[in-house]
């Protein structure tokens, strides 16, 4: 009898332990996912302190540069008649929290500044421009033969995706974000696919990524229907990686970083459940190294000469495949482009590669915008973009001798 007693007072006593709160100390510490996601609903002085040290902050893969530099000489200062360009810029950069504006013309910098105690030698991490940058990872692996053919299925190269909603969708599908897999991206919303993506636990060694699409089921006929998906360009970084048999960043440095002349090392965020690279985020490099990117593009993808990308990817990639909300603009290969022929890499929080072959223009802006996205924030980095494209129709840049 004392000792039935006995063990339902020591039951009470673990049950009443276990309903009490944990000490701070004692807290399930987050995984690294989970602390990804929260990135999005980062206050706004943790985004301009972290955001040039998520390579710090999360485990990474190094894109070593070269010995040999792309230069980016000094050009003529860029001037806007009547008004104060200095000052117009740091105002335009001190409202929307921007780290870095670089503008080159014909490969020479004709506007540079730095906010937010941000420099020339430190990285910021660029969320989608990722995306931009693994679709041209692709490109270059189609041309070198690790990948057949942009009609190939994704079924073949992933095959833990043959019994999803995947299995039959095509690679070119996936670039232009036409699978017709349900998806929702939106930033705001923490119960949204985006923010969910990289909450769950490690499943059998896979990547977050394939685990969680494994289960989405299909909304529209693939090739029918735009939508917004993250995850996708995850899955383009899984298919490049087992092409190549290298991560991201390895192929990257091999690719453009080191022959192109990149000045620094990039580095990329690794899924923490098998070790890739995620496709559609995670990159940091400098700005000038993102200006170098974009002058990469606006040189048509060559090397020495010499072109590096399939033929049949440039043709689309900057090209609009698919309609958009905005008239004016489209959406290629993971770049967006415009009716006037330029194309962009863009990221959440203010991060964009701009390319306008017309005028040779490129334009890198790395930031901290006090939202993931907004038309008012939108808006405002067009109308920064379009009195850049007047002020060099007044002035051009000589071309290069």
């Known amino acids: 009898m004392r000792s039935n007693l006995c063990t339902r007072l020591l039951v009470a006593a673990l049950c009443l332990i276990a309903a009490l709160p944990l000490a701070a100390s004692e807290q399930p510490v987050p995984t690294i996912g989970q602390q990804r996601e929260a990135v999005l609903f980062w206050p706004q002085a943790q985004r301009e302190a972290q955001f040039r040290k998520m390579y710090e902050r999360f485990p990474s893969d190094r894109a070593a540069h070269g010995t040999q530099v792309h230069a980016l000489p000094q050009g003529r200062p860029l001037a806007m008649p009547g008004k104060d360009v200095s000052a117009w810029l740091a105002g335009y950069m001190d409202d929307h929290h921007l780290a870095g504006v670089m503008v080159l013309q014909h490969g020479r910098v004709r506007l540079q500044h730095y906010a937010l105690g941000f420099g020339p030698t430190q990285r910021w991490e660029s969320f989608s421009v990722a995306k931009s940058v693994t679709s041209t990872l692709l490109g270059i692996a189609l041309q070198q033969g690790y990948i ?10 992933i095959p833990e995706l043959r019994d999803s909603a995947y299995a039959e969708v095509t690679v070119q599908q996936l670039l232009t974000m036409t699978s017709g897999v349900y998806w929702n991206e939106d930033y705001a919303d923490a119960n949204s696919d985006v923010a969910q993506m990289y909450r769950g636990a490690c499943v059998g060694g896979r990547a977050h990524i394939l685990t969680y699409l494994a289960k989405q089921p299909r909304q529209w006929p693939a090739g029918t229907h735009f939508n917004y998906n993250t995850a996708e360009t995850d899955l383009l970084g899984i298919l490049v990686q087992r092409a190549t048999h290298r991560s991201l960043a390895a192929y ?3 690719a453009i970083w080191k022959p192109y002349g990149m000045a620094a090392d990039a ?5 923490e459940c098998d070790g890739s690279d995620t496709g559609g985020s995670g990159l940091s490099a400098t700005l000038g190294d993102y200006a ?5 593009m606006l040189d048509g993808g060559r ?3 010499k072109p590096v990308i399939a033929a049949a990817w440039l043709k689309g990639a900057v090209r609009r495949q698919t309609a958009v909300d905005e008239p004016e603009r489209g959406y ?9 022929g330029s194309y962009a890499a863009i990221g959440i929080f203010g991060q964009m590669v701009y390319v306008d072959p017309a005028r040779q223009l490129v334009i890198a802006q790395v930031g901290a915008w006090p939202q993931a996205t907004s038309p008012a924030l939108v808006a405002a980095r067009r109308a920064f973009v379009a009195a850049v494209k007047r002020a060099v129709d007044v002035e051009p840049e000589p071309r290069a001798h």
């Not at 057949?148 to 190269?157: A, C, H, K, Q, V």
């Open 292 to 296: 170098r990117l974009g002058q990469f």
């Open 252 to 254: 990257l440095s091999q």
């Open 267 to 271: 580095y990329w965020i690794k899924d």
């Open 148 to 157: 057949r053919s942009m009609d190939d299925t994704l079924g073949s190269y």
């Open 303 to 305: 090397v020495d000469g």
């Open 332 to 340: 290629g290969y993971l770049w967006w482009t415009d009716t006037d």
